[in-house]
């Protein structure tokens, strides 16, 4: 169960609106990386946990902060956007560039649609949608996705920081990544104890028992582009992170294998096949009229 | 520049059509974490990058391997669909369970759209789509984006394992395995050479100055729902893995701040807003005739 | 700020596992009508609300019910799954229509993506989208959006109780079902209220100034179809709901006006035009000439 | 079968060009309430009907209306468009606000791919689809579904009239929201003779087995979140419009049920469970090794 | 405008209902090439074009068809779903692979959803989407892409053909593969005369000056695959088809030129760059300081 | 097997940044007809191909040229975006033309998301999606397609032409302009290789037995709009160009059928039918109440 409290965890107050500004600020509210996916991405990877405790607990937890980061966001953004302009009523836009900038720069559904109100969208005004989140249920691949996640965020956080110089909106923003830090440290540290406590390691799934695997190739790296500095790095040479192998490095890959023939599926899909000789022909016309009814 | 070789990195033909499996098999092809998602995200990454070098060499040798590995899977899924059935033609489906089963285990669109060939597609039919990659410029958010991308990625293969005993899709599977094994322990080997180096540290972005960020709370576990077990997690006390701070733990966040007084944008976007009393409501009118032309 | 609890608000627990009604399911969680829509819908409706009190009250207090529904949802089809079979690992599909069957009525992603969890779907695989929800600021127009939202809602969970024999399934849609009953009264009740507080009124935006649109068409039936059964309807004649006038039918409508001289855009847009005769050629192709540069 | 004539149900036509509009008005073209949406709203509902006369040929009659909406619109749009600017010739953007500004208000595929003519899409330029609308079969539903329409295309179409003073743009505005005010009366209308008639009522739908669902909560206001003002409404006390019930309220809900246990899926899922103790792994590793094959 | 006939250009009665079918169907009526698809293509066409007369006339006249062609269909999928089984409500799914089957093999949302109504979506659930039309003002173009559009149909339509032996469902199909037939052949004649009247022609846009394209590589065949048989094609040696040139072959490309310098965008984009060296550093951090504000 | 070369097939680097002009020109990398979409359709194309030789060897020829081509523009995009603006740090944007008018013209993900970098979206910010290609089996449509697609980018790259005067910038344009030039000249001249070797004709798909269609309207222009000029043109009247037909005129269609009976699907659906008259709705309770269990 979800309950509501009308408080905001941080104030989420603008020094004056900036309807421009309500745009970008989409971005982390309803983009691939905003906070309505790290809210629901969470939120189904505790739904689908196989096991109660502390890790549950955890993704829990940061599930509704993350709504209420929604929520301060939303706020933010219906503030910002309180003045904005309806458009052109006394002159063509062509004539007035003031005005036809932010009208530019604005999402135009802000107004039409929203009446001057947050949306779930990014700055470019795509919905937000359900393929953006991860929740696979295997947690080490799915904590390293929450990291990636807040790091993500973190960085058009930071961006986003210095597009503006209102002190409210600054001042969200200083909270926002703050948590962003937390929570990018809280899923290394997570995803750090699953592996100590033996629940799941490296590579992941790491009960799939890798001997079943080509392990020929398993720590190989194969070169498929003419740039040969990569053979410098720790990926190429060396003991592998997994702790089971050791790095390799081939410059292009071995002599690969012919492609297999062409597929003959049923005449009546349509498709264009080789035109057969007479014989082939005729025995080749029997047979479709007999499957052409 | 791409060349073209018309072999195969691994041979990829099955013992049998399966045109049921084909379509199971487009996850890995078209799904949010196929071979295309980490083709185009490498690439994209590879095309933005700030600095030439290993980085980029390593990032554009494998985004050229992952196009290959999108090959061989189309190659493959279209051999399984080379029996692929049309339908019924004697007998209506409700009464004939067999091919009917087949029927509604298929990517329909796979016969109808492609005549039995592979498609740009996800397991439920759904487009591949620009959104599911990640190229933020930011290197150590990207390579654990990538780490991610092949733990999901090694997740559904080995599912996608059990469900054939096909030998030889099974063997092109265990290739695949294996080179997830190796692009996981690729991934995150660069990201700690990254580290190493001082190119980038955590928090990303590192050179973002933490000051500035509300550093009460970068640390500071603060529990939104009433499980206390995740209290006992290395996230809720010790040394972050940052290295900058201490993890401390709060079972429930500090009262927050009101809700901000509701927005009153310009009456001309019709949204309800509280009725006036009579002194307001005339002076509103008469300066809402004024605008209202 | 949003809180959770572990707890359910009512039971969500099935008799036995049944991955194919765990699809459908998926229909009440992350289709257009589903729960993720009323929760997102009403969240919205509140953080853009142009005034505190009752109203804003309301639509916050179902927003966080809803998001509670979305959680019942999710872990009844987390446990529905639990059995879901990866698929077939003796025979081939062909020869199997009793797996077979099973495979073709689930949603592949529910294993091979989620590995038997839950996802922001609907029944056909379709993500969740941010363009399903609607929050305008007006109050009577979005009040009308929400009770249609559950009626919609309850007439989708009435069909699914018929699609099963599982007892914790129909007592959690029983449930469901009672809250989309009073979802919709709610929903209607608060639009009288609006209108008889006079907040607003039909028709929609009511302080729009009437006479500025063109009154003559305001309440005319105006026919397109060639059945004259509609002018039965007390839509086509007698008062109209919103008290401000009459009902009349024109059988089909008045002579249109002629179609506006087709565009001429610039000729470097290439759109085709008509050919111009020899001197209007002559002259175009200079002027062209200094343009295409 | 559908005909058209080559005449306008009203003029159309701009007193002048001007690019930045005709993107916004796209929104009443192509976005979730506009007329495409109308159009193809009505004519699923038509086709999929359950009973000929006079509700039938109502929406067939709407429908096609509808289709000449869409018309009117991209005709003006394509106008609008006529003097579309290219963009920058002579000098870069950034020293060119006048011509910037414009640039950054317009649908820039109007002009790349659409050649300055009218397309599908709204006015951030999502591509129309059909998940927007609404034909579920029950006919109050539908129609509720259907006033609400009208009422978010009127909010709109008001909106867009304070955006331009444009006179041809104006007029049409005015048709249009003559017309909306018609069919938001008219499905109100048909609504209340569905429920007259008693072919449908509410709670819809209304033939469900009313003493199925869980009464005790049928009518009950339960809170979730901490504004108490809510109780005020006249949704929380006296009878419901259902007429079948009393209204209640409830400040915050009753003590929910625990979460169910934590799902066990099949081990081959990979998902990350408990560590057993030593003599269940035993166990469990020999059974895992029977189903690893 | 549009009129609505209550009339169906031809027959479209199954003899029987199937579930099963109606889902495929759906391909030709909401896909990618369904007719959805060419009625909105060719209407806004029209709606575009920068000519009345003859080719406008045309593009009306089928659009108006068009439309009807989608009552059709969905008339018809309404009539295949008449008796879309509910479900399952006696026995698990998983023990009654008819049912099961029948439920794998119809869309879900057909009942679920629509109460047994045809949908705008096509066979894998997708809705159908305004990015499926093309109408770019260029009208050599244009009616290639409806040419193509057409052969698409009609293959999709000859494959659903071999998939049902109803004969009233065939009888529709025979009908619709005859009207394909004929808007094949009407865009091919109507793109051959808009080359004969000299209003474009190849390679399109025939207006822009073909002296300003690198004229060296315009009619050069470059291999960047390994299969040398494209060399005897007809495109790879003679006369081009647009008449203004001879094809060359050549087995591979040119050298190219080297990857332009890595970018260097400013540092609160927070991207990775190179490590400067210790004189540099310094430098850059004053500066950075001085923008980091 | 894909293999990479860090070089570019054309030079590829602007006179000068230009973030307005970065965000048009992603329509030609990620847009419906760009880049992205004519490398993947080939490819698909190729890898389903039903026979080896110089059709697939042109088809995987091409793709492998069409990669090299997304990535020139992905490069010169990233270059164009160097000097991408962060945005307003000093003033509200509402008093700053110059900049907000950059701003409002710029894809705001360029900075937020991708940190200066290309990104997978068309010019409006909509992700591609793999339901733009086309890949059918069927050559001869196929490869109508692919002319059709190069036409409809070479117009998109013309007109892009025009809207920049930067020489880095041109050059590239000139060497695509070129290359669509090719490729529209191929695709045409395969498609006429595919009908004079006879392995397809017209209608596509020439092989389904014209005789089962329904002749009399195969070559019959048949008329729906009310504009009379269609009959003038070579699609009206003579020879058609499958050259098995005569094409014919008519004015306006033959009377339709007329609509079949409203369905009437299973009580459960809860659609709205016909209220019974009383015997039958005694009857129809009993029988419903049977059901409705």
């Known amino acids: ?118 949306r779930p969208v990014d700055s470019m005004g795509n919905p937000w949608q359900g393929s953006y989140i991860t929740a696979s249920g295997n947690l080490l691949a799915d904590f390293t996705s929450n990291a990636n996640a807040e790091m993500q965020g973190r960085v058009q956080v930071a961006r986003l920081y210095h597009m503006t110089d209102d002190h409210g909106v600054r001042d969200l923003l200083k909270f926002l990544l703050a948590r962003d830090t937390m929570h990018q440290n809280q899923w290394m540290a997570a995803a750090a104890e699953l592996r100590e406590e033996g629940l799941e390691g490296w590579p992941v799934p790491s009960n799939f028992p890798q001997r079943k695997e080509h392990t020929d190739v398993s720590y190989e790296y194969i070169n498929f582009s003419d740039g040969e500095a990569a053979s410098e790095g720790s990926w190429a040479k060396g003991p592998t992170p997994d702790g089971h192998g050791e790095f390799s490095y081939r410059s292009e890959p071995e002599p690969g294998v012919p492609m297999p023939p062409a597929t003959q599926p049923d005449a009546r899909w349509y498709g264009t096949t080789p035109k057969p000789n007479t014989m082939e022909k005729i025995a080749g016309e029997v047979q479709d009229k007999l499957h052409m009814e």
């Open 1 to 118: 169960m979800y309950f509501h409290r009308q408080e905001l965890q941080h104030k989420a107050t603008p020094d004056k609106p900036d309807a421009v500004y309500a745009r970008k600020l989409q971005e982390v509210l309803g983009g691939q990386y905003g906070e309505i996916s790290v809210a629901m991405q969470y939120s189904f990877q505790a739904w689908n946990m196989h096991m109660p405790g502390k890790y549950r607990d955890l993704v829990f937890g940061i599930a509704a902060e993350e709504m209420g980061h929604v929520e301060m966001l939303a706020v933010m953004i219906a503030q910002l956007l309180e003045k904005a302009p309806l458009g052109i009523t006394d002159d063509a836009v062509q004539s007035d560039p003031t005005v036809a900038a932010v009208v530019g720069g604005t999402d135009i559904q802000h107004g039409i649609v929203a009446g001057a109100g947050a």
